[in-house]
């Protein structure tokens, strides 16, 4: 009897141990398993992440490309502006033109108005307009930049 406990006791350890192995392998090959999808994932990401990054680098240099194209003619101007090798004038209202008096209506030469009343304005007057007008070029480029950015960040998702 003590034997055949002892057996019995032999052959019990011995099926708990293949248990024990078995769940192990299992654990083991379900371990792998994860580990492959969540670095295949990883791999994913990472793809995602550098192909971002490479438009968002082609939004930012298109973006200061035509910035700086902005600035350098809005500087142009303002330099041709002080060189009196360009005057801004305004078209006049021909109601408001007769209480001013007689105004010259012959086509200025680079002109594409004929017969219409103009007025020139102050060279300072015309500095601050061109500087006013420079900063909303650059709003407009910021918020095209802005735009830009929005629809490659939605269309990612």
């Given at each position: 009897?003590?034997?055949?406990?002892?057996?019995?006791?032999?052959?019990?350890?011995?099926?708990?141990?293949?248990?024990?192995?078995?769940?192990?392998?299992?654990?083991?090959?379900?371990?792998?398993?994860?580990?492959?999808?969540?670095?295949?994932?990883?791999?994913?990401?990472?793809?995602?992440?550098?192909?971002?990054?490479?438009?968002?680098?082609?939004?930012?240099?298109?973006?200061?490309?035509?910035?700086?194209?902005?600035?350098?003619?809005?500087?142009?101007?303002?330099?041709?502006?002080a060189t009196t090798d360009v005057r801004l004038s305004a078209l006049l209202d021909?109601?408001?033109a007769a209480r001013c008096g007689p105004m010259p209506t012959e086509p200025v030469?680079?002109?594409?108005?004929?017969?219409?009343?103009?007025?020139?304005?102050?060279?300072?007057?015309?500095?601050?307009?061109?500087?006013?007008?420079?900063?909303?070029?650059?709003?407009?480029?910021?918020?095209?930049?802005?735009?830009?950015?929005?629809?490659?960040?939605?269309?990612?998702?």
């Amino acid at each position: 009897m003590l034997l055949s406990g002892a057996g019995a006791w032999q052959a019990q350890t011995w099926r708990y141990e293949k248990r024990l192995s078995d769940s192990a392998r299992t654990y083991q090959a379900d371990l792998n398993t994860l580990t492959l999808a969540a670095n295949s994932q990883l791999r994913s990401e990472q793809a995602q992440r550098v192909e971002l990054e490479q438009r968002q680098s082609g939004s930012e240099q298109r973006y200061y490309r035509d910035l700086s194209n902005a600035q350098k003619n809005q500087a142009r101007l303002r330099d041709r502006l002080a060189t009196t090798d360009v005057r801004l004038s305004a078209l006049l209202d021909a109601k408001s033109a007769a209480r001013c008096g007689p105004m010259p209506t012959e086509p200025v030469a680079g002109s594409v108005d004929y017969g219409t009343q103009r007025a020139q304005l102050d060279p300072a007057h015309a500095q601050r307009i061109i500087s006013i007008t420079d900063d909303g070029d650059q709003g407009l480029i910021a918020l095209g930049a802005c735009q830009a950015y929005i629809t490659q960040l939605t269309a990612t998702e």
